[in-house]
């Protein structure tokens, strides 16, 4: 028997040595791969004359692509997400590039939010600026890609396709008579009055508040997208509201009818539309031919502006790429102060909030940033609660005017299964030596004493948010107040409502970074630098490697490789989005 156990413990060693240098040997071929690519001039592939860049982007869209997606294209495989800078960049690059001739836009399933996707629209309008064509195809297109692809020269339509073009809306489910009758309820704890993450579960109806809030959101929103798809579609507004009340794209030729697609071809027929614009064979180009950020830095220029991306949720943690932790963060921004060659940085924020603590660390960090080197903040699709927060200590903010933004309140929800125990004949007892001992359990109604100091918890966290609001942006707490109380706002309206100091995207915020630092050129450098460890690697790196890895593992090597639970507070403050707000 022992014999036996010899042979697999040493089958086992070897297989797990050989897969460590398989990951090693593909690692060396990533880095070949990346300098190989980037071998051109400025980074770019050799083009022929007559070339059009091919924008299919029916994937994720980060604000910057992460780094086990650059690792796998260095591989050679397909990404599985891209990166908002990546496409700017190539767009850009390929506007100033005399072989490529115009845009096919081949996106019709597009997963990026509305101020993503207006980036991208706006890079579109200034390739067209420049005397080149834009045409868009698609099978079908969902409302957010042909909100896109209405900036092309002609759209086209399978015969046979459709177009979600029927306005915004949004869902929320609500669980109250759940809650009572199965006994699975949730305590909470808020403060704000359109701070409605906790709604679903006080109620089973959509409050005033809040219903009011998401309507002038959605009509905010919607003002903007329809403005510039009528004018890019030589539409009155009216006549596009029209088509979304009829629902005129339901059918192709009804699409045609409401000039919402110039034609209708398959897809064949749309690429000799292309040969007969250019009148030779055309030769596609994907976003990498066209270089990667990076490969436009100039060597030549000594100063820089740091672009720090606050991507995710916020957490009490180490963080990640897509995780706003504060070791992670603080790191990049420490980097960041250190560099003497970064002059200005700007951060960029894409989050709903989240912790209340980290966000009160990471302000205050950000506070002593500013003192040393110019700080401007970026918003994308949402900076909202946490992510508002964040942004606070910034010279100057800039949101989209799709941006959700605001959200200044706070809240706490705990579990609460004491009905569904009772009735499965679970009894749970406690022994304790203080009145408030026991604290938090889910198989007792909150105690009086806890609730008390939870309320008084979240009431210190929402004066100090208010008084940081009062403080960075310059309003008497009277008028903070009615911006606050939970409720989320568009980006135009934060404008008007002085919580941001104006419109614009992120290179908006750099050029306001370099007026600020007295930079006439410049090289843009982005934190943080992240290097995928092995589990990263192992679970998400491979696309043929979607294995449970961890649970294969001797416990030897688990200990070795797979991170201990970390303890977690007892009730954790949220200074988050009061709901997932799903725009469709």
């Known amino acids: 028997m022992n014999f036996f156990k010899n042979i697999l413990a040493a089958v086992l060693g070897n297989l797990i040595a050989f897969g460590f240098l398989f990951v090693i040997l593909l690692m060396g071929i990533a880095g070949l791969a990346s300098i190989s690519s980037i071998s051109g001039p400025n980074g770019k592939q050799s083009l022929n004359e007559g070339s059009v ?15 086990v997606e650059q690792f796998n294209a260095g591989l050679g495989f397909e990404p599985e997400a891209l990166g908002l ?12 590039d005399e072989n490529i001739e ?42 957010k890609s042909y909100y896109l692809a209405s900036v092309a020269d002609s759209i086209f339509l399978n ?72 004018d890019d579609r030589n539409l009155t507004p009216f006549a596009l509201n029209q088509a979304a009340n009829q629902l005129a794209g339901n059918t192709a030729n009804r699409a045609k009818k409401a000039n919402l697609v110039d034609g209708l071809r398959y897809e064949d027929a749309y690429r000799k539309a292309i040969e007969d614009r250019l009148d030779t064979a055309v030769d596609y180009v994907s976003l990498t031919a066209m270089g990667t950020p990076k490969s436009a830095y100039n060597k030549a220029i000594k100063d820089r502006i740091a672009v720090v991306y606050a991507q995710g949720n916020i957490l009490y943690g180490e963080g990640s790429e897509t995780v706003i932790g504060k070791t992670v963060f603080l790191d990049a921004l420490d980097e960041a102060l250190e560099n003497s060659r970064v002059k200005a940085i700007v951060l960029r924020v894409d989050s709903p909030g989240g912790d209340a603590l980290t966000s009160e660390i990471i302000w205050e960090r950000l506070q002593a940033a500013k003192e040393q080197k110019p700080l401007f903040v970026s918003m994308g699709n949402v900076a909202a609660s946490g992510g ?35 009735d499965l004949g679970i009894n749970a007892e406690q022994v304790s030596t203080h009145d408030n001992s026991m604290g938090y359990s889910p198989f007792e109604k909150v105690s009086n004493g806890f609730r008390k100091a939870a309320k008084e918890s979240i009431q210190e966290v929402y004066s100090t948010f208010k008084e940081h609001v009062s403080t960075d942006r310059s309003m008497d707490l009277e008028r903070v107040e009615q911006v606050a109380q939970g409720r989320v706002w568009s980006g135009t309206r934060a404008f008007q409502n002085g919580l941001v100091d104006g419109l614009g995207d992120l290179q908006t915020a750099i050029a306001m970074a370099a007026e600020a630092a007295s930079l006439d050129s410049y090289n843009v450098v982005s934190y943080p630098n992240i290097t995928p460890d092995l589990e990263t690697f192992l679970s998400e790196g491979f696309p043929f490697l979607q294995l ?37």
């Not at 073009?165 to 009055?193: A, H, N």
């Not at 991170?563 to 954790?572: D, G, L, M, V």
């Open 53 to 67: 860049l091919q924008l299919q982007l029916d994937k994720a869209i980060y604000d910057r692509v992460p780094a």
């Open 102 to 143: 115009g845009i096919s836009l081949e996106t019709q399933l597009i997963q990026a939010g509305w101020s993503q996707t207006r980036s991208i629209r706006r890079a579109l309008k200034d390739f067209k600026d420049n005397g080149k064509f834009i045409y868009a195809y698609g099978d079908f297109y969902s409302q």
């Open 548 to 584: 449970h890895w961890k649970s294969q593992l001797p416990s030897f090597w688990k200990r070795l490789f797979v991170p201990k639970n970390k303890s977690q507070r007892p009730i954790q403050i949220q200074t988050e989005l009061p709901f997932e707000l799903n725009i469709r």
């Open 388 to 422: 508002y927060y964040i942004s606070l200590p910034a010279q100057k903010i800039v949101a989209d005017p799709l941006t959700i933004t605001g959200s200044i309140g706070v809240w706490a929800m705990l579990p609460n299964i004491k009905e569904f125990s009772d």
């Open 159 to 230: 015969p046979v396709g459709q177009i979600d073009f029927k306005g915004l809306s949004s869902e929320i489910l609500y669980f109250k008579d759940f809650e009572d009758k199965y006994g699975l309820k949730m305590e909470v704890i808020r403060l704000g009055k359109y701070k409605s993450a906790v709604e679903p579960f006080l109620d089973n109806k959509m409050s005033t508040e809040n219903r009011t809030q998401i309507k002038t959101l959605l009509d905010d929103l919607w003002k903007v997208v329809a403005d510039e798809m009528a």
């Open 85 to 96: 800078d990546q496409i700017l960049h190539s767009i850009r690059s390929a506007a100033e």
